[in-house]
């Protein structure tokens, strides 16, 4: 059974930092590609960053670029999302998603399994 544990999340002061992880189990987690996505009240779930197979390919949405960093330890099964300088529009459920390919995706349709996701709420 494929689990995805999402943790981090809460509320925080606009310029502030969270650090947002993802525990991935039931899977090889070395042969997936990962990706976090969002989605705030009343809006579409959408595209925040994503990561390869081997890591050594990331892509973000262009309202995240610089600010966000997402990173993987396949020791730990677990995919990271560094928030810095955070925004109120940053405000939204956070969820981790697993790709079985070793290629990411900006698409939602392209992942497999999915977590519950964490609240991130950002005052201005």
């Known amino acids: 059974q494929v689990q995805l544990v999402e943790s981090g999340g809460g509320l925080v002061q606009a310029g502030g930092s969270l650090r947002l992880s993802c525990v991935v189990s039931?899977?090889?987690?070395?042969?997936?590609?990962l990706g976090w996505f969002r989605q705030a009240p009343g809006k579409e779930r959408e595209f925040v960053a994503s990561?390869?197979?081997?890591?050594?390919?990331?892509d973000y949405a262009d309202s995240v670029k610089g600010r966000f960093t997402i990173s993987r330890d396949n020791a730990k099964n677990t995919v990271y999302l560094q928030m810095n300088s955070l925004i109120p529009e940053d405000t939204a459920v956070y969820h981790c998603?697993?790709?079985?390919?070793?290629?990411?995706?900006?698409?939602?349709?392209?992942?497999?399994?999915w977590g519950q996701g964490t609240q991130v709420t950002v005052s201005s």
């Open positions: 998603a697993v790709r079985g390919s070793a290629y990411s995706s900006r698409w939602s349709s392209g992942y497999d399994f």
């Open positions: 039931g899977r090889t987690f070395n042969r997936d590609a």
């Open positions: 990561i390869s197979r081997s890591g050594g390919s990331t």
